[in-house]
């Protein structure tokens, strides 16, 4: 199994420009989740999707940003505009169960640079 | 508000030092304390604690969970240069949507000189 995959892996972009980051859960996974880590607030979650459909998303933290889930291997969190303070390590994680924690496999992570 | 509070924030020892990482929370509707290492990519799972008093134990790694005094401790005897990592414990408590939420802290940063 490949594992979660992310893409892309590094992303530079200027405030004010639009930004998606793309995750591929783990095949048979029910349960996705974004992560947003940052040096100051650590690892936050951000949203969760379960069967494809938004279940918590109170970590998201404003209009600018949105998260999708189309179908079960695929997801996408756009930010739009970007502003620097977005600037972050964002992790997307699935599993099978969304009451089995350590079962969330954690993908390589984008870490995003806004200037 | 829900928190978790990891010290020290960062520490230095010697290779094969014991280093003892500690996890204090305040959640409500506790269910699990995870502890993961992360290595400059994603983080990998290390321990899970749902039950005061009983040690969790992988190789030269043990963990304890007190539900009482609401803390955790990491203990890693014998420590190694590739013990060096970010360890992150994680606090899950229950949403009504029956879903366990992971509230992490900012983690310790262990560095184990040679």
């Known amino acids: 199994d490949a594992g979660v995959i992310q893409s892309p892996r590094h992303e530079v972009t200027e405030m004010g420009q639009e930004v998606t980051l793309r995750c591929k859960p783990i095949s048979g996974h029910n349960s996705l989740f974004w992560y947003r880590q940052t040096m100051m607030r650590g690892l936050e979650l951000l949203i969760y999707f379960n069967n494809n459909v938004p279940i918590d998303d109170s970590g998201m933290p404003e209009d600018r940003f949105s998260a999708k889930m189309p179908n079960a291997s695929f997801s996408t969190l756009k930010i739009q505009p970007s502003e620097p303070r977005d600037s972050a390590v964002y992790f997307c994680?699935?599993?099978?169960?969304?009451?089995?924690?350590?079962?969330?496999?954690f993908g390589p992570g984008t870490r995003l640079t806004v200037l | 508000e829900d928190k978790v509070v990891q010290s020290p924030l960062s520490l230095v020892v010697h290779e094969g030092d014991t280093v003892t990482l500690n996890c204090s929370y305040e959640?409500?509707?506790?269910?699990?304390l995870l502890w993961y290492k992360q290595e400059k990519k994603a983080p990998t799972f290390l321990f899970m604690l749902t039950s005061s008093g009983i040690e969790k134990k992988s190789g030269r790694l043990s963990s304890i969970l007190d539900k009482k005094e609401l803390f955790s401790i990491l203990n890693i005897t014998a420590t190694q240069t590739g013990d060096s990592a970010v360890y992150l414990c994680?606090?899950?408590?229950?949403?009504?949507?029956?879903?366990?939420?992971?509230?992490f802290g900012t983690g310790t940063r262990l560095l184990v000189s040679p």
């Open positions: 959640v409500t509707n506790f269910r699990s």
């Open positions: 994680a606090v899950g408590y229950r949403l009504n949507t029956g879903f366990q939420k992971l509230v």
């Open positions: 994680a699935s599993s099978f169960s969304p009451d089995i924690p350590n079962e969330q496999f």
